[in-house]
């Protein structure tokens, strides 16, 4: 079973930057996508970018392309998200998943917040 944890968030004021890790156990990751996500209070589950494992292809969404990047360190399994130029708007929980097919796998989330 595939497990992930979020780690990396805090309290950031606006047009600061903060890198998320998402460290993965249980599996190898060679035929995994492995994403970013955030769900803001009162609002769905927001797609923001994934890498994938094999190959390092990215892709973003509108909203955060050009500020947010994703990459992945091979050697320790993990990959991140590092975001810049924050907005207030920004504030939520950032999640990682890992999938295949379907929805995959997800971490516990870890809470962002910008604000001055």
């Known amino acids: 079973q595939m497990q992930l944890v979020e780690s990396g968030g805090g309290l950031v004021e606006p047009g600061g930057s903060l890198r998320l890790s998402c460290t993965t156990s249980?599996?190898?990751?060679?035929?995994?996508?492995m994403g970013w996500f955030r769900q803001a209070p009162g609002k769905g589950r927001e797609f923001l970018g994934h890498i994938r494992w094999s190959g390092g292809a990215t892709e973003y969404a509108d909203s955060v392309k050009g500020r947010f990047i994703v990459s992945r360190d091979y050697a320790k399994n993990t990959i991140f998200l590092q975001m810049n130029r924050l907005r207030p708007e920004d504030t939520a929980v950032y999640y990682c998943n890992a999938r295949i097919i379907g929805d995959g796998y997800w971490g516990q989330g870890t809470q962002v917040t910008v604000s001055s």
């Open positions: 249980g599996g190898a990751l060679d035929k995994y996508l």
